[in-house]
């Protein structure tokens, strides 16, 4: 959480940092500032509010200068205010910088440096850092940076870190522990730094992740120089981005989710382009090669992930555990971690995350990995800390996802997850050769098939105004389609704030089922499979208490129809693959009441993209 753009050269640093940071927004957007160096001048812009309320604010004043740092804030320690926001400064004015990340034993620190005579203007964790860099920087005499590296050595908790300093203006200093950070060399001897990619890409395709407890030191002379925390040196690794800045841009839509769900036929597609063959009978996950056999002879599979990534899990588990008849739990990392769970090198966890820096889901695999267990990563942003510190795993390859309830990267990793399931029971001998052909044949016309429930969007916008003032609302599905289920309810509460949840539709009896009335909407998927007919009697028990029934049907159905006050059809597809689809309407139908209730569907209240805090 939190955004981190910082750029150093001949430029203007302001419009850089400042369009870097609205790119960053998803990461939060309670409150923005920028510091910028100008001559012997260091300028600090802060306000509560989005990016473009700092904006407005700094322009008009002084934003010249060719090195800045600038912050978008999701609120840990002390409420969103221009105070609270970043930059923080040290008390002579000459050092700012910027944090991502927090500092756990920041009270402990704070007071020692009270007794030094420092005084904390703001509630925030990441005052602690400047007033200790100052404060070793004048004690040790040693420059802003050296202070840096050593009261890092004194700082417990996670951290992407820049700072500046009045006193060395051609100099930029950064660290990362936990939280990612990303350096962007530019064609003009310039730097850039940010949280994600995203503000770099369209300067340059040359990067360097730092590593944990590196610290780089960018000199407009010297370059970039890397360090661990024992100052020893470190030889950069130098990537090439993959992105492309239209992947970045809305590209006509009116919110970055529209495009988001409009782009599935594509990212599905993506994902498993190359990786399945259905006239050749073959499916290959290349990052995962190594591991099947493990996984084939593992005690169990444990897939670990948060949000919309658990529920892509749980379906997961079902084509995995049926396929290709493999044990498979599916954990909340959050949970998982502190469980001391039973784990040993018989194992393997799977983490399944998007942004792949979720912090609760990569602490569940370094406590899998220091158990022994073998531990693979399912992500869909390149080069994030979850997929280099797996031992394999496969990329989603949705794209950049920008808002902040995730759609394409859930079908993406439900894509991933059913060809593992695939691949698994082929290898295992679990499927029959004809079931095989035939999943990875209706696999392929998936993104088809998602075009034309994408068609349905005026029936779905016409539901959705039907019921946007509700209150609450249910959904139910069975099977596999339980998972999608939760992610429809979800999403509803996510970005429209109406009270949702999703339910296995049998067990309703067990409680929901008390809150039906003739104003509660229920959303049942109801495709044509083994559970139909159970489905059907979970519909009528919902219409025999005056309920309003919305229903994803298969193309075709009469039974339902005839029951529900509402069908949506999708097409016909094997049972494992109607997660893919059923999914999709329940994406349009919050995203349409969103917009009808007036919400801010890419940025929802209180929400970040990635959670970087634990
Ligand atoms: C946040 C996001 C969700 C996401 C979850 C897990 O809550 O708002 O959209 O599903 O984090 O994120 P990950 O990047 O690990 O998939």
Redesign the pocket.
Known sequence: MCGIVAYIGKKEAFPIVVKGLKRLEYRGYDSAGVALLHGDQLNVYKKAGKVSVMEEFALGQDVAGHAGIGHTRWATHGEPSDVNAHPHTSMDGKIALIHNGIIENYDVLKRELQNQGYIFKSETDTEVIVHLVDYISKKEHVWFGEALRLALSQVHGAYAIVAISKEYPNRLVAARKSSPLVVGIGAEGDFYLASDATPIVEYTKKVVYLDDEEIAVIDLEEGLKLYNIADQERTPFFQQLEMELEALEKGGYEHFMLKEIHEQPRSIHDCFRGRLNAEEAWVNLGGLRDYEQKMITANRLIIV??????HAGLVGEYLIEDLARINVEVEYASEFRYRNPILNENDVVIA???????AD?LAALELAKSKGATILGIC??VGSS?SRLTDGGSYTHAGPEIG???TK??TAQVTVLTLMALSLAHKKGTISETHFRTLLAELEAIPEKVKQVLETDALIEQIAAEYKDASNALYLGRGSSFPVALEGALKLK?ISYIHAEGYPAAEMKHGPIALIDENMPIFVIATQGNSYEKVVSNIQEVKARKGKVIAVVTEGDIQVREMADHVIEIPETNEFLVPLLATIPFQLLSYHIAVMRGCNVDQPRN?????TVE
Request: charge should be negative; hydrophobic fraction near 45%.
């Open positions: 992930a948060c949000g919309t990534s658990w399944i995350s998007q942004s792949g820096e979720t889901t869909n942003v979850i902040v309830a995730s990267a859930f996510e929400l970040a993209k990635s959670v």
